[in-house]
């Protein structure tokens, strides 16, 4: 019985130890809950904490950033608004240049139409000066062949004036003999007429008188042709001199 008890007894000891044992267990792994779940707080805290400053520091260089943006843009600007004005004044510089070259241009295009003109004006004084002379010569030479012509025509005509002058003054001198020789013909006539009328003379010849007669006529008829042919010498003269020979 009592060894039963003992035993009784000492199974109970075993399984309180056991139970202790048990609960001494659970209350470690409690503990360990605990302990890592208060160091997963304190880690947490920890985390946060590095977690917040790593956020401020971030928060720091980015407002620095943001700074360093704004303060760049600004120089960009600033930087843009150089060079836009520099371009400007540099496109402003060119197009001075190049409008003062074409007014340059311009002004030696201007120069050498001047030129231009004034020589077309001295070409075309010439060009009228050499028309004048052109005409000139022109009407010098059509007068050079009227003359010419007038020369031929009056050399022609002189020629035959000369050659007129020649027959006439020969047919002349020939009236004249024959007038000569007329008047002593009727001279001699008029005195074989007169002794025939008279009868002085049985020599006269009946027809001397008739022969008086026909000299006479002829002799007037020679006078007659002596004056045209002295006014056809005296009208030769005159066209000789008209002539200029």
């Known amino acids: 019985m009592n060894k039963h008890h ?11 130890i056991e139970q202790r044992d048990k609960r001494t267990y659970l209350y470690v792994v409690i503990a360990g809950v605990l302990g890592l779940a208060l160091g997963g707080l304190v880690g947490a805290s920890v985390t946060a904490n590095d977690w917040q400053a790593t956020y401020q520091q971030l928060e720091s260089k980015y407002q620095a950033l943001e700074d360093d943006k704004l303060q760049l843009v600004a120089q960009v600007d600033k930087k843009l608004a150089s060079v836009d004005q520099e371009v400007e004044s540099k496109f402003s510089q060119a197009v001075e240049e190049q409008k003062k070259q074409y007014e340059d241009k311009i002004s030696e295009l201007e120069k050498e139409l001047g030129e231009l ?16 002379q052109l005409e000139s010569a022109t009407k010098k030479n059509y007068r050079l062949n009227q003359q010419t012509d007038m020369q031929a025509t009056m050399f022609e005509r002189a020629r035959e004036l000369f050659k007129k002058e020649e027959q006439t003054k020969q047919e002349l001198a020939e009236l004249q003999k024959e007038k000569k020789e007329l008047q002593s013909t009727i001279k001699s006539l008029k005195t074989e007429c007169d002794a025939y009328l008279e009868g002085a003379s049985w020599d006269a010849k009946s027809d001397s008188c008739d022969k008086q007669d026909e000299a006479q006529s002829r002799l007037s008829q020679v006078e007659q042709m002596i ?5 056809d010498l005296k009208q030769i003269q005159a066209l000789s001199e008209d002539l200029g020979l």
Do not use: A, G
């Not at 003992?6 to 399984?15: K, L, M, R, T």
């Open 6 to 16: 003992d035993v009784d007894e000492s199974d109970e000891n075993v399984v309180v």
């Open 117 to 132: 003109k004034e020589q077309n004006t001295e070409l075309s004084q010439d060009l009228n000066q050499q028309e004048q």
């Open 227 to 231: 004056q045209v042919h002295q006014m």
